[in-house]
């Protein structure tokens, strides 16, 4: 059974940092590329970033390029997220995913697997 499993999350205040992990089991996804993505209160969920199979290859949305970074670790079936000058706005359940394709996606159909979420609140 593939699981995804995202930790890290919680309440800091605006200005502060919080590393999501995102922990895979169930097969290797070192072979595919793997996104995170979030909903807040209200709306849809939306893309946060993406990173491609071999790590080189990154994307974010405009909204959290430059604060945000996504990472991977191969040997230990991990993807992060470095979250820096979170704002109130950031506030989300924040989900990770990954696809079986190598390349990386914004779209959340083209992800294969989802995490069940983790929530972060960035209090103003």
């Known amino acids: 059974q593939v699981q995804l499993v995202e930790s890290g999350g919680g309440l800091v205040q605006a200005g502060d940092s919080l590393r999501l992990s995102c922990a895979a089991s169930g097969r290797t996804f070192s072979s595919s590329g793997m996104g995170w993505f979030r909903q807040a209160p209200g709306k849809e969920r939306e893309f946060v970033a993406a990173?491609?199979?071999?790590?080189?290859?990154?994307y974010y949305a405009g909204s959290v390029k430059g604060r945000f970074t996504i990472s991977r670790d191969k040997a230990k079936n991990t993807a992060y997220l470095q979250m820096n000058s979170l704002k109130p706005e950031d506030t989300a359940v924040y989900y990770c995913a990954a696809r079986v394709g190598v390349g990386l996606s914004t779209l959340q159909y083209e992800y294969n697997y989802w995490g069940q979420g983790t929530q972060v609140t960035v209090s103003s």
């Open positions: 990173i491609g199979w071999s790590g080189s290859s990154t």
